[in-house]
């Protein structure tokens, strides 16, 4: 096989035990899904640990890949799916608030994401410092386009969990960037 091998000779010499479209498959997505699996883990070495997890989760379910949407996509379920499936295996490690449905408020709005003065990978780190469960929340609604019922069902934790997982990660955002606008944080 040569370097520019096309998506399906590459997933068919997947299926077919080839290590070399292993290696070429994992080579064309490692980046984009250690960024994804970052967002969820405590640490680089847990990301890492997690994306091999996810890789090993596509090869043995090569498969079952449709060809309905696109395969990138589809990697890039199965990575978060394992995220999940490892914060779940380490809940009992992560903080989980919960509030009553009227103490809720729906905070969405843009006074998170409006900030022009920074980074995209700052504010990234920002949200890498979030304590792991509000984390986990946050990318799935708010990255990934998650429901509250489909975060609760993800992560086996209540509707009223999820949500104020979201609020009080947001909560926590809003603060660490008045603190930026205010010279109290910088980038470094």
Known sequence: MHKNISEDSLIKGCIEGDRYAQKMLFEKYKATMFAICMRYAKNKMEAEDVMIDGFMMVYSNLNSYKKKGSFEGWIRKIM???????????????????IDDEDYLDIRDDSVNNHENIS???LLDMIQTLPDGF???FN???IEGYTHKEIASLLDISINTAKTQLFYAKKALRNKLMKFNNG???EY
């Open 80 to 98: 978060i799916n394992t995220a999940i499936n490892n914060y779940r295996s380490n809940l009992k490690n992560y903080l989980v608030k919960s």
């Open 120 to 122: 995209s990978k700052y």
């Open 135 to 137: 984390r986990i929340v």
């Open 140 to 142: 799935l609604y708010e």
């Open 184 to 186: 109290e944080l910088s």
